[in-house]
């Protein structure tokens, strides 16, 4: 079945650190995937996203490229800020088994100043 | 656009005791969806609506949950009688159509004692 595994943290970084999480699928078909950042406290808000092979989402100063032959994708930033401090889940849609989502366990990432 | 609301924000109740959560989804989202979040976890789907109608409540224990989405709109989610084990965080979600991003609320935060 479909399904998304994550890198597993916790992950702390310094202040302008470069940030990579990493994050592969498995799916049926062509799904659309999308990272979700939760802040302590608050719901899931959608981070970015891309629906076919080669996109690439981008918000924030996040990035992430959507890679079919590796069934990846990795979220990086260039340079993190305290501010980043927040649980990451990626995520995809599947439009095979009727788009349900499919969420990873989540990546805790810690910036300190 | 106003996002997604719940309420309450946190409920502490004891076990066996009944409970209910209510969403308010954004305005033109057909479906709606809850979610469970244990700590340190990924959400995982109860149960998804297209308008009025549960479409997917595999996940969802029938035993002692129900939910209703009364003319597409509101949610409620209930549980009867609560355990232990239910201490978790509540997520209501909606998107506009199946497959499309989703957007969630802040969560209920619900301990039982």
């Known amino acids: 079945g479909d399904s998304v595994t994550q890198m597993e943290g916790p992950v702390t970084l310094s202040e302008e650190a470069f940030l990579t999480i990493n994050c592969t699928y498995t799916?049926?078909?062509?799904?659309?995937l999308f990272w979700y950042v939760q802040y302590p406290g608050e719901g899931l808000q959608l981070l970015l996203k891309?629906?076919?092979?080669?996109d690439k989402g981008s918000n924030k100063g996040f990035e992430a490229t959507y890679r079919k032959e590796t069934t990846s994708f990795h979220l990086e930033k260039g340079s993190v800020q305290v501010s980043d401090s927040a649980v990451y889940f990626c995520a995809l849609s599947d439009r095979n088994t009727g788009n349900q989502f499919y969420f990873g366990t989540g990546t805790s990432l810690t910036v300190i100043p | 656009e106003a996002g997604v609301v719940q309420s309450p924000r946190y409920k502490i109740i004891e076990k066996k005791q009944p409970v209910a959560f209510w969403c308010n989804p954004i305005?033109?989202?057909?479906?709606l969806y809850w979610y469970l979040q244990n700590l340190g976890q990924g959400p995982e789907l109860l149960i998804r609506?297209?308008?009025?109608?549960?479409?997917?409540d595999s996940q969802l224990p029938k035993d002692r949950f129900s939910a209703e989405r009364l003319k597409g709109v509101d949610s409620t989610l209930k549980i009867q009688p609560a355990e232990l084990g239910d201490s978790a965080v509540y997520l209501c979600a909606s998107s506009r159509s199946r497959g499309d991003e989703q957007y969630f609320g802040p969560g209920t935060r619900l301990t039982v004692t």
């Open positions: 305005s033109g989202h057909n479906t």
């Open positions: 609506y297209e308008n009025e109608e549960a479409v997917d």
């Open positions: 799916a049926t078909g062509y799904p659309s």
């Open positions: 891309a629906t076919k092979a080669d």
